[in-house]
């Protein structure tokens, strides 16, 4: 299995980006795709995890509002859409494939590379 997450990038305070997270060669255990983040100096946090067949989405309290995951089961992504970016959720984010939804790093057997998303003052 691969992921990779692309989309990063300099922004400014206010603005919108959206992340896309490709994946390929899904095997049988692989259910769902989550988004983490990790900002210098910090631990690995949870943003978002999306189901691939029911479209289920569970979100950090933090993020509820203003983040929204979304996939498209034909091309086989999952998109991150990003609004209302503050200086505070500058870190590289990165996808992450699992069996089924959680919050917890450990429980994802996949991991992409990550991209950088900066958001300046």
């Known amino acids: 299995v691969q992921l990779q997450a692309s989309g990063g990038g300099l922004v400014q305070s206010g603005d919108s980006l959206k992340l896309s997270c490709a994946v390929s060669?899904?095997?049988?255990?692989?259910?769902?795709t989550g988004w983490f983040r990790q900002a210098p100096g910090k631990e690995r946090e949870f943003v978002a995890v999306i189901s691939w067949d029911s479209g289920i989405a569970t979100y950090a309290d933090s993020m509820k509002g203003r983040f929204t995951i979304s996939r498209d089961n034909v091309k086989n992504t999952v998109y991150l859409q990003m609004r209302a970016l503050t200086p505070e959720d500058t870190a590289v984010y990165l996808c992450a494939g699992g069996s089924f939804n959680s919050q917890y790093a450990d429980h994802y057997n996949y991991w992409g590379q990550g991209t950088l998303v900066t958001v300046s003052s």
């Open positions: 060669g899904r095997t049988a255990n692989y259910y769902t």
